[in-house]
């Protein structure tokens, strides 16, 4: 278990270095007609540190609200795993992630690489935003596919090793039926940490992208703005994000881990963009071709993961195929959540 909890950390620091590394050489001339008008009244160095500390603190707080309010639903008997509520809260949470790739993420992307800071050629003359983000729509699911083997053939293992014990040669002797009913509740698990662990990627990256142009920016006007927004942004995310932690039944240290991970990590980006305030150039074509890269990753990803992994899964499911009524109500939950951060994306 702890092997396990130390490996998950480990890749969580290495995506962060790898964001960090990539986002460091953006450091660049800013052509004349993008720089900054220095008479804008909103632009203030003084006054906006304080304010991008009051964001850290306010963007921690609600990311952890967020994230950890799912895992305490098991000791809430109408929210339990597996109950009807339960459904229809995920299915909000799972719109709530569509909206946020369709609606924050992509049009980010879509604005950076356009931008008239950069050259026409080849910026303006390919949509790299689409190719991009279906290029990673594909890499997820193959990092899905791949995932769920490598984790079903470890179980199968596993289940081998446990089978040449006394007590596993008595559950051999159950009927049938007992027995394929336990190996489908495994592999439904195996697929519930796939999802947790290929989802936690894509919101990692796209946390310390949004931190981190919060933190580099010094205009006042924009960061008071966002900085509401952001908190609802992440507590909203940081819900769907909770959700799959809790399904995946990871142990109480990784649970914490991985909710601890994505309540910083929009911090850590807001702390790198106040370092790197001085010289970073959010306007600069370096910064706009790197940032608008990884946001058109990030998208991808999310959509992918919110349509096929979480949304499609569930109303494909037995639980939803019984019921229209249920149906209706989790299709209501999920446009909800689309319309909740398609609202917020006017702010952020």
């Known amino acids: 278990m702890a092997t396990t909890t130390t490996q998950h950390m480990n890749q969580i620091f290495l995506v962060l270095l790898l964001i960090s590394l990539a986002i460091s050489p953006t450091i660049s001339t800013v052509p004349k007609e993008c720089e900054t008008d220095p008479t804008d009244s909103c632009i203030d160095k003084t006054r906006a540190l304080p304010l991008k500390i009051i964001a850290i603190v306010a963007i921690l707080v609600t990311s952890m609200i ?4 799912p895992l305490f639903s098991r000791y809430v008997t109408f929210l339990h795993p597996g109950g009807k509520i339960f459904m229809i809260i995920k299915c909000f949470a799972s719109g709530i992630i569509l909206g946020t790739g369709f609606m924050h993420v992509l049009p980010d992307s879509f604005e950076m690489l356009s931008s008239p800071c950069l050259e026409d050629n080849p910026w303006h003359k390919f949509p790299f935003t689409g190719f991009v983000a279906m290029l990673s729509g594909l890499v997820t699911l193959a990092i899905d596919y ?15 090793e446990e089978r040449t014990t006394p007590m596993i040669i008595q559950i051999d002797h159950l009927p049938l039926a007992t027995k394929e009913t336990s190996s489908t509740c495994s592999k439904q698990l195996l697929r519930y940490r796939v999802i947790a662990m290929v989802l936690e ?10 931190g981190l142009s919060l933190g580099a920016t010094n205009d006042t006007c924009t960061i008071k703005g966002l900085i509401a927004a952001l908190c609802f942004h992440q507590m909203f995310e940081g819900m769907g994000l909770g959700g799959c ?17 994505f309540a910083v990590t929009t911090p850590f980006g807001i702390a790198l963009g106040i370092a790197l305030s001085s010289v970073y150039k959010d306007n600069s074509p370096t910064a ?22 979480l949304l499609a899964a569930e109303f494909m499911g ?11 109500n989790c299709f209501g939950a999920a446009l909800l959540g689309c319309g909740g951060m398609s609202v917020l994306a006017k702010w952020a």
């Open 201 to 210: 990627l894509g919101i990692i990256v796209h946390s310390v992208v949004i």
């Open 318 to 328: 037995s639980m939803l195929q019984g019921s229209v009524k249920l149906q209706l």
């Open 245 to 261: 932690i809790l399904q995946a039944e990871y142990t109480n240290v990784k649970k914490f881990v991985m909710a601890f991970f």
């Open 288 to 309: 706009l071709i790197t940032v608008g890269l990884l946001n058109a990753c990030s998208a991808g990803l999310l959509i992918y993961m919110a349509l096929v992994d």
């Open 66 to 69: 967020g994230v950890t309010a």
């Open 146 to 160: 791949i995932a769920t083997s490598l984790y079903t053939k470890k179980a199968v293992a596993d289940d081998s």
